[in-house]
């Protein structure tokens, strides 16, 4: 069993920062793939950004240049650092990961909410 835990989320002003984190627990394996996905109420889940294991990195395109996903290895954490948050970014923010089998796991979420 792979627990993701979030943590992070919250209430922030427009143009504002935040960071999320997240630490995967469990019977991880190798960890392939980590990242972070989101979805507003009525829309699809989308991916906001993942890192491999080989250190690539993919952004969604209405976060690229305003978001940093970061990795630790070591401690099976990625954080996703936030800037200039615009209204739209509220959502709910899903850790996600990715084992070496493929296997694929959630995290509960955590609440962005940008007022403006």
């Known amino acids: 069993q792979v627990q993701l835990v979030e943590s992070g989320g919250g209430l922030v002003q427009a143009g504002g920062s935040l960071t999320l984190s997240c630490a995967a627990s469990g019977s991880i394996a190798s960890i392939n793939t980590m990242g972070w996905y989101r979805q507003a109420p009525g829309k699809q889940r989308e991916l906001v950004a993942t890192?491999?294991?080989?250190?690539?990195?993919y952004y969604g395109d209405s976060v690229q240049g305003r978001f940093t996903i970061s990795r630790d290895n070591g401690k099976n954490t990625v954080a996703l650092q936030m800037k200039s948050l615009k209204p739209e970014d509220t959502c709910i923010y899903y850790c996600?990961?990715?084992?070496?089998?493929?296997?694929?796991?959630w995290g509960e979420g955590t609440l962005v909410t940008v007022s403006s």
């Open positions: 996600h990961l990715i084992n070496a089998r493929g296997m694929s796991y």
């Open positions: 890192v491999t294991n080989g250190g690539d990195i």
